[in-house]
């Protein structure tokens, strides 16, 4: 078998897997979904350039390790504004609602403040019993 043909194959097999794992891999790890992808595409870019087998692997996995750093970066991100949406509603719940004086939400639509947009939000207006 020549070498063109074995990176052939190889190229074949690497956009194969990296279409398969890419859609097998759920919306929460993006780790896995970076690097099948980063593998792929680094696999079709290693044979291109060096047109032989030691470049087709060479890119599949400097493809693979920079797009799992790539989607390891996103789920950091993702983990982390989970964790600041779970304290701001424990953040919440803290608070004692039979403790407030007697009110309602209300919604306040957004708006600029010192030159920063505010979004809109609910605030409690308290009213006379």
Sequence with gaps: MSSKRIGL?????AIFVSFSLSSCASSGYNTQKGAAIGAGIGAIA???IGRNTQ????GTA???LLGAIVG???????IWNRVKEREAKAALSDTAYEECPPGKWVQVPGK???????PSH???VPQDP
Excluded: E, M, R
């Design 46 to 48: 290693g044979q291109a």
């Design 55 to 58: 470049a087709t692997l060479t």
């Design 122 to 124: 609910k605030v409690w």
């Design 112 to 118: 600029w403040v010192g030159g920063k947009w505010v």
């Design 72 to 78: 390891n970066a996103f789920d950091q991100d993702l």
């Design 9 to 13: 194959s190889l190229l074949v097999i």
């Design 62 to 64: 400097a493809g693979a």
